[in-house]
């Protein structure tokens, strides 16, 4: 005798596998759009690092015009103790100053034809420097003494001077050099405005004999 097989039907899915790959695939999305954030983050701040090489690399062109006027422009001649030069940015003696050492002038965001705070009598007219791609570069020189006149009548309580000319600095081991009384400092104060309101700002300072 033989008997019928029961039917069994179907046990019914409860899309749970489908569940836990839509988990999965959020948790893919996510990562890979932190993964687009960071690598637009680091675009962004290589490009900012090209910004600022490059405008570092045009502010030397401050540098060559400040020393071409010391050497044959309207600095050679010119008696820099007592007389402020504005044609070529030049104060005779040391400008204000903000907390970070950048003169007051170099702030002006409309160039320099404003007068400084403490030299009612020095405005600078030489003028910026238009480098390329939009770079404007913008300077003041000024001799680091708080009043006109000469080094040695000034000393150094009134003037910031380079180190001492005895100073051994190099060659035969004690051999101390002439001694020469040191020359009061000037200071290459830059200011370089590049594209997307980008700043720099370069000090160098020098001396030169008076």
């Known amino acids: 005798m033989r ?35 960071s690598m637009n983050s680091s675009l962004f701040s290589a490009g900012n690092l090209a910004f600022r090489r490059d405008l570092v690399n045009q502010g030397e062109l401050a540098v060559s015009r400040a020393m071409q ?7 050679a001649t010119s008696t820099l103790t007592s007389n402020s030069v504005p044609a070529e940015n030049y104060s005779a003696v040391q400008l204000k100053v903000n907390d970070l050492g950048i003169p007051y002038v170099l702030l002006k ?22 480098g390329s791609g ?21 000393g150094t309580t009134a003037c910031v001077s380079a180190p001492s000319t ?35 700002f370069l000090q160098s300072s020098f001396s030169r004999p008076e």
């Not at 006027?69 to 600095?75: D, I, R, S, V, W």
């Not at 965001?109 to 238009?130: C, E, Q, S, V, Y």
């Open 3 to 37: 008997t019928a097989a029961a039917s069994v039907s179907p046990t019914p899915q409860r899309g749970v596998v489908l569940l836990f790959c839509l988990i999965i695939l959020v948790i893919l999305l996510a990562g890979g759009v932190a993964v687009m954030r």
């Open 109 to 130: 965001k409309t160039g320099l034809t404003g007068k400084d705070i403490t030299n009612a009598d020095f405005t600078p007219t030489g003028g910026a420097i238009t």
């Open 166 to 200: 005895t100073q051994v600095t190099g060659g035969t081991a004690g051999v101390l050099r002439p001694d020469i009384p040191p020359p009061a400092l000037y200071r290459l104060s830059i200011r370089v405005d590049g594209p997307r309101d980008t700043q720099v």
């Open 69 to 75: 006027a010391f050497k044959t422009g309207g600095l």
């Open 134 to 154: 939009g770079v404007t570069v913008n300077y003041v020189i000024d001799r680091l003494c708080n009043a006109t006149g000469n080094f040695a009548t000034l």
